[in-house]
């Protein structure tokens, strides 16, 4: 989205959307959304934010003081919440949208969603823009079929069967089969993993070992509704938990990044890049299946940010989870490091992204100062340092942030400095 010469960007930070779950899980997206102020971190000047939670006026100085951006050449456009309906409904339902077309009518102004949903296409389509990275809105609604199924459980295992990769045992199945597949195949396996078809950061999981099953089936999450699809997998003892980012432009398919998760119970908690050494041999295989899946999702007219993710057994092998045809909880963080750091001379930093709760509450000043006061806060000109990234937290106790070092051991020491600094829990 940098490329030269690229027309104002509408960032749309539509997580009120159903490509990575239903909309009827309201709460899961409402905490989602709480981390939409990251999007600040994409806007150049000319660009305008419409974000579904306020970004504090600390913040965003913050944001300017680091891109070199100043404040007054970008618009936030903050949209009050309606519930769990998309985002661009809750523009017209505030009556926001003469303001929103008022931002769109320099020529080449595209819309920059975080993910590629009906609502957004035709959000674009009502405000006469086109969709980022496609030439039209028709094309970008094109893309729309693949981008939905490649994003449940079950269309992601069609297709990575059918492109060759390596895949837990498994089986689809509707709700009221999930039972009876999972003792199917715990007759062959100590555990399985259930996952409700479209869910994202573990939400809605379950463990199942073999004693875990009644006759009137496990209690599963209400996710998908009461005929809903389920995939049911053999668990996969994990080392490690992958994943490669990857970009479809009109010429051709690459590897962005790519770096190991920090997980609890199968929930995104944190993600490190690159690969640690424990799993680095991993890399060339996920290259290939990111290559064949970016492929497969060009054939169907698909063009952005897509993730793929997997697992790495006790063995060192890798089993193919998932893959999230969106911007999803790496891909800004990512973006805003390679910014932040253009400058620095390190051509590949390493980086992670992390979260966690301090004993006390404060704002943004107090916890800038404390890592000033220890030398931690991020530093242009050396490239390296900590980035509170999401603004300060409702609740001022749980806060996210990245580390970035030009070296790996470098994000591992700053990293203990923030759980001092910040008084982490």
Known sequence: ???????????????????????????????????????????????????????????????????????????????????????????????????????????????????????????????????????????????????????????FRLAAERLGMRLPAGRVCRRADVGDVARQLLAQHDRVVVKPDRSAGGHGMLFLSRNDVPATGPALDAVGGPHGTWVVEEYVAAVASVSIQMENTASGTRALFSGAMRTERGSFTGYVSPLPPSCAHVAGELEKWGLRLGHHLADHGYLGPFGLDALVDTDGVPYAGESNVRRTATTTPHAMVTRLTSASGTAQPAWAVSRGRTRDAFGLAEALDRLRARGLAFDPDRGEGVVLYADAPPDGRSWRYAVVAEQAEGVRERERGVVEALGLE
């Open 1 to 155: 989205m940098n490329e030269p010469g690229a027309g104002p960007l509408l960032v749309f930070a539509n997580f009120f959307s159903d490509v990575a779950v239903d909309l009827a899980e309201g709460r899961v997206l409402a905490q989602w959304a709480q981390q939409a102020p990251r999007k600040a971190w994409l806007l150049r000047a000319g660009d305008t934010l419409v974000t579904p939670g306020p970004l504090s006026g600390e913040f965003r100085q913050y944001v300017s003081d680091l891109t070199g951006v100043p404040r007054e050449q970008t618009a936030i456009i903050e949209v009050p919440s309606a519930g769990a309906v998309p985002l661009a409904q809750a523009v017209r339902e505030a009556g926001l949208m003469d303001r929103v077309a008022a931002h769109v009518r320099r020529p080449g102004t595209a819309l920059l969603p975080t993910a590629l949903d009906v609502s957004a296409v035709a959000f674009a389509r009502e405000l006469g823009v086109s969709v980022h990275p496609y030439a039209t809105v028709d094309e970008a609604a094109a893309a729309l079929p693949v981008t939905m199924l490649l994003n449940t459980k079950a269309g």
